[in-house]
């Protein structure tokens, strides 16, 4: 009789734990901020409190390993999606679909082909609002985020991006979104132009983290912490490029007509004329610096129906693929030397150190000082499901990140 009993009161406080963690999980807010370019040694390089702040009261991961190819558009798609480029769609910033045409950073969510976390959010019953994020602009599958911030804007201060989180968060309890997800500029575009290692890297990430405190005071003021998981990430790391092996003029100089898209690290090559193929594959082989994949020896993470070259071509710095077909390209080209800067870039193999970027969190559910190895890309779109106590979106492919 006393072994039924105790078995009873067991029963009993595990239902009230269960209970107890379900009405929490009805009730937490995560956060995720993408700063864009964000080395995973870049939070060294200066006085960063907000950040410093998330690594001391929460964990912050040693590198965050991005998606093959390493850039902007497949990295945040794949963030949001738990999905790898080949399997979600967005190959890279720029590619060509031999049905649909010629994707050049779209934010049209039709080009994706899995479901990304706001809509994974939506469909389970938990309101999401986004600020910027790949393919967030428009309805995927007819379904989008409750708020949404349309259309891009790149010179956006990340002031008034705190701002519109801060808003989202007072609404009514009602109305009020349980996952924010925000694009921050971070240190992409002054890492290309002079240098992963200029000073000016620095002072750009200084001001964002100017942002990053005042979003921490607000949800200080509000007492949010116990509900509240605060992410932050990025799409890629950088690297210095010194060497340009481009493909496009010495393929124009043979007369081959082709159409050639990707960006520094890795390019696709689509026949307009198959009996140019041997012709073509001759002149690649002979490019230095570069390998060349053709048919079934395209690796999978550069391979995706319809979206594949004849040829892919990739190559490791610092060397780089980019030609500097516009005008501006052109004039940084050459002012860049006059000014005594370098040049960044990134998409480059994962493996790389220089590709790694961050992972930081912070609060409910963050087990302070927790030893966190390397995370990957793959892993941050289950962690963020199982915070909300929703399913993770139907194509992620790993299990989440334990913060506890």
């Known amino acids: 009789m006393r072994l039924l009993c105790l078995l009873f009161a067991v029963s009993l406080i595990q239902f009230s734990h269960a209970e107890t963690d379900h009405v929490a999980r009805q009730d937490n807010l995560v956060i995720v901020l993408s700063w864009d370019g964000m080395r995973h040694d870049y939070p060294e390089r200066g006085h960063y409190p907000a950040l410093r702040r998330l690594e001391n009261d929460g964990v912050r991961a040693g590198r965050l390993t991005p998606v093959y190819l390493s850039n902007t558009f497949p990295g945040h798609v794949s963030l949001a999606t738990g999905a790898a480029p080949h399997v979600h769609g967005i190959v890279d910033n720029v590619f060509f679909d031999r049905e649909k045409g010629l994707y050049s950073y779209s934010n049209n969510a039709d080009w994706m082909t899995a479901e990304p976390l706001w809509v994974t959010a939506e469909r389970q019953g938990v309101k999401a609002a986004v600020y910027f994020w790949v393919g967030s602009e428009t309805d995927w599958q007819g379904t989008g985020a409750s708020y949404r911030m349309a259309p891009f804007d790149g010179f956006r201060s990340e002031a008034e991006k705190v701002d519109q989180i801060v808003a989202w968060i007072d609404l009514p309890e009602d109305q009020r979104p349980r996952l924010i997800m925000s694009y921050w500029n971070g240190a992409d575009t002054t ?3 002079k240098g992963p290692d200029h000073e000016d890297v620095a002072e ?25 998981t605060l992410i932050i990430v990025s799409d890629h790391g950088m690297t210095e490029v010194t060497e340009s092996v481009e493909i496009h003029s010495v393929l124009e100089a043979a007369k081959l007509d082709v159409q050639i898209t990707g960006g520094g690290a890795a390019q696709h090559v689509f026949l307009k004329n198959i009996a140019d193929r041997q012709a073509v594959r001759d002149i690649l082989h002979r490019q230095p610096q570069v390998t060349v994949f053709e048919g079934n020896d395209i690796p999978a993470p550069l391979a995706a129906p319809n979206r594949t070259g004849d040829f892919v071509v990739t190559t490791q710095p610092p060397y780089t693929l980019s030609r500097e077909d516009s005008l501006l390209s052109k ?52 962690t963020v499901t199982r915070l909300l106590g929703i399913e993770p979106p139907t194509s992620a492919s790993r299990a989440g990140i334990s913060l506890k």
């Open 204 to 228: 750009v990430i200084a001001e964002q983290d100017e942002q990053l405190g005042r979003l921490l005071a607000a949800i200080d003021a509000r007492q949010l912490w116990p509900r509240t």
């Open 191 to 193: 890492a290309h132009v």
């Open 331 to 382: 004039a940084t080209a050459w002012i860049s030397p006059l000014m005594g800067w370098s040049k960044g870039s990134h998409g480059y193999d994962p493996a790389l150190p220089d590709m790694g970027g961050i992972f930081f969190a912070m609060g409910n559910d963050v087990t302070k000082g927790k030893s966190l190895p390397d995370v990957h890309q793959l892993e941050v779109a289950p």
